[in-house]
Nanobody, 119 residues
Framework: VEVVESGGGLVQAGGSLKLSCAAS????????ISWFRQAPGSKRELVAT????????YYADSVKGRFTISRDNAKNTVYLEMNNLKPDDTAVYLC?????????????WGQGTQVTVSS
């Protein structure tokens, strides 16, 4: 599986962005897709995950109620809708596709897309 992120940009605090993670190469029925983020000098942080088949989701506490992860089966694409953005959300956002019986570290990662939130 290959994944490519898009949709990052510069937005003011309180604004919204919608990131896309387009997957290709094979069926995703036994995969999960996760969004991570990494700010300069900080550890990589798991933001949200969606299991492709079941549609079940997970969110980090820091984004619950503000971010929504979803998938489009026809387009093999996962979205991360981000609302009420804060300067602390500034980071490179990376998408990972991984087999559900493994871990994200063993999956396929994209190059990332920059999200910058100004105060």
């Amino acid at each position: 599986v290959e994944v490519v992120e898009s949709g990052g940009g510069l937005v003011q605090a309180g604004g919204s962005l919608k990131l896309s993670c387009a997957a290709s190469g094979r069926t995703l029925s036994n995969y999960a897709i996760s969004w991570f983020r990494q700010a300069p000098g900080s550890k990589r942080e798991l933001v949200a995950t969606i299991a492709w088949s079941a549609g079940s989701t997970y969110y980090a506490d820091s984004v619950k109620g503000r971010f929504t992860i979803s998938r489009d089966n026809a387009k093999n694409t996962v979205y991360l809708e981000m609302n009420n953005l804060k300067p602390d959300d500034t980071a490179v956002y990376l998408c990972a596709a991984w087999v559900v019986t493994t871990t994200p570290n063993s999956g396929s990662w994209g190059q990332g897309t920059q999200v910058t939130v100004s105060s």
